[in-house]
């Protein structure tokens, strides 16, 4: 079993910046992918980014390319999202993800999700 719990997000204008965070307990964090998902009201869940176990894989999904950076420390069984350049479409529950795959060109999402942080950005 994994444990993932996300900080971070908030209530942010336009153009500004957040940090989310996720810790990890429970099976070795740093043999696992970790990703980040999102889901606005009304919407799916979408994948927005992925990262290898060991940092050689990184995965975005087109609409945060140059905004957002994925990064992990398997030293503190952590893994972060820097959101840059906010936008209001970027309004979402945002999901932390363990034991995903690399295939295709995307990160599908393994079986462990965090319970969600949410992240607003007034316009």
């Known amino acids: 079993q994994v444990q993932l719990v996300e900080s971070g997000g908030g209530l942010v204008q336009a153009g500004g910046s957040l940090r989310l965070s996720c810790a990890a307990s429970g099976r070795t964090f740093s043999s696992l992918a970790m990703g980040w998902f999102r889901q606005a009201p009304g919407k799916e869940r979408e994948v927005v980014a992925g990262?290898?176990?060991?940092?050689?894989?990184?995965y975005y999904t087109d609409s945060v390319k140059g905004r957002f950076t994925v990064s992990r420390d398997n030293a503190k069984n952590t893994v972060s999202l820097q959101m840059n350049s906010l936008k209001p479409e970027d309004t979402a529950v945002y999901y932390c993800?363990?034991?995903?795959?690399?295939?295709?060109?995307?990160?599908?999402?393994?079986?462990?999700w965090g319970q969600g942080t949410q992240v607003t950005v007034s316009s």
């Open positions: 993800n363990a034991g995903g795959q690399f295939y295709s060109n995307n990160y599908y999402p393994g079986k462990y």
């Open positions: 990262i290898s176990w060991n940092h050689r894989i990184e």
